[in-house]
């Protein structure tokens, strides 16, 4: 369901009318597209057999290395030259997607391992970096990217401001909420704990 | 060190990498950051080659874009623009009073053109920006590129077009440097006729009068880069 879920949304973004339409300005671009696409990726990524999840765990201590890749992707997906050629040339916009898909399933897989820090830090970096550079568009009397013009600009940048308060305001939300309890909780805390393989588990 | 801790070493310095190779792709190896930067940069390593495209004045009369033993100082228009379009015309007006028709033999091997990406501009159209804007030919042409040949000239060069409803086309405008030899040698910002009139005269200085061979190109370059 969470990888039917995921390819839909990753092919509701960036197949051809839809794609036309959210690439026609700057706003539909940078404020659904590629929200929609880092959803994809979060939701494929949830998709993962336990095992496979199990596997990558020693490759992503704490969630550091997938943190730090998705945010890399992220903020190379939002270099204006990149938004640029990825509106005139298809097998670009088809590597920004991947890239973004690619950052929302690293995200994912390292969320867990991160903790209550390491998603400080993430959310706190990414936020930055949405208003940042969101303020830049905003206030820019310069177009920045040649393919959109300077409203449609400014409004993408309100908007990415609008992305990181609200981003920084569901992660401080989500934590006052109460852990999970019942036997999936306790199923999922015990895999979570499990040692990688037998072998691992001797003294 | 445990099997464990190297495998997460492993993993960090794999992250590490696709991070510094995803920003490096999308900055052109952390150079620029947008896509006038990259076709200035682009241009700037390697001289693109214009192709040949009609050019036509308000008389019918052929523009070419390049000259030999010339430097060609390029600039994209549609005569309906009132904003970007119109401010490049008075800079153009600008080089064209400081290159005061010719008082010295670099400023001789300078010529202005102005192309019109506009299929809507006609011969009067064309003829009224000219006389508003003070183009005075042989130093200044204005002319209107034909339809067939549009698009290959205006990707040559990198210009993208958006319509906008209040000015009528958007670009990103600037000055365009195309050597005698026919090829874009230099992209300068269009905030920036100083800096255009600068390098229209290093780039006559170090291009020889006969202009268009690759090799004379490669001297020129490497003149200039010393």
Known sequence: ?203 | MTRRAATGVAGTVAATVLAVAALAWSTQGFRVLTLDGARAAAVANRPRPVPSAHVQDADGAAIPIAVPGMVTVVDFVSTACLSVCLAQGSEFALLQDSLGGGATSADRRIRLVTVSFDPDDDASRLRGWAEAQGATAPSWRVGRVAADDRRRLLETFGIVLVRDPVAGWRHNAAFHLVDGGGAVRRIIAANDPVGALRAARLLVDVAPDAGPTERSGRLAADRAAR
């Open chain 1, 1 to 203: 369901m969470r990888l039917a879920s995921a390819i839909a949304l990753a092919g509701l973004a960036m197949a051809t009318p839809c794609r036309d339409v959210l690439e026609r300005t700057m706003a539909g671009h940078m404020l659904v597209q590629y929200p929609v696409l880092l959803a994809a990726g979060w939701c494929g990524a949830r998709a993962l057999p336990w095992r496979a999840l199990r596997r990558l765990r020693p490759w992503n201590p704490a969630g550091a290395p997938g943190l730090l890749a998705a945010l890399a992707l992220l903020t190379a997906t939002m270099v204006p030259r990149v938004i640029d050629l990825a509106v005139a040339n298809p097998a670009v916009d088809v590597i920004k997607a991947a890239m973004l898909v690619a950052a929302g399933g690293l995200a994912s897989v390292a969320w867990r391992p991160a903790g209550r820090l390491g998603q400080a830090f993430a959310v706190g970096n990414a936020a930055w970096m949405l208003a940042a550079g969101g303020l830049v568009l905003a206030e820019s009397p310069a177009r920045v990217c040649a393919s959109y013009l300077e409203g449609d600009q400014a409004r993408a940048g309100f908007g990415l401001v609008a992305w990181a308060i609200a981003g920084s305001v569901a992660w401080l939300a989500s934590l006052r909420r109460r852990p999970r309890k019942g036997v999936r909780a306790r199923l999922t805390a015990a895999r979570d704990r499990a040692p990688l393989s037998p072998r691992a588990s001797r003294p």
